[in-house]
């Protein structure tokens, strides 16, 4: 079993930054990737960055040069920077990861952390 803690969500006016922690702790030797989601009132939940463990990285075209996704490894955290951010990145922001386990992929999810860009 995997267990995902995201932090770091708050309130930040238009064109300030904030950072979100996904903390992962279990069974993770055979991590394959991790992703950050978000789900904005209404929406359905959107894949916002990908990881995976051998480096790839890919955003989504609406975050594409103000969000990064990093990790550290010896803390078992995976990051998300988020720069000039706008009030359309309002959301609940969720931390993802993939297991792999006997050929299959495991997904687990963390509880989510809420994000709001108003000024």
């Known amino acids: 079993q995997v267990q995902v803690v995201e932090s770091g969500g708050g309130l930040v006016q238009p064109g300030g930054s904030l950072r979100l922690s996904c903390t992962m702790s279990?069974?993770?030797?055979?991590?394959?990737?991790m992703d950050w989601f978000r789900q904005g009132p209404g929406n359905q939940r959107d894949l916002v960055a990908h990881m995976t463990t051998s480096g790839t990285i890919e955003y989504a075209d609406s975050v594409k040069g103000r969000f990064t996704i990093s990790r550290d490894s010896a803390k078992n955290t995976m990051y998300l920077q988020m720069n000039r951010m706008r009030p359309e990145d309002t959301a609940v922001y969720y931390c993802?990861?993939?297991?792999?386990?006997?050929?299959?992929?495991?997904?687990?999810w963390g509880q989510g952390t809420q994000v709001t860009v108003s000024s």
């Open positions: 279990g069974n993770i030797a055979s991590l394959n990737a």
């Open positions: 993802r990861v993939s297991v792999n386990t006997v050929g299959f992929l495991h997904f687990f």
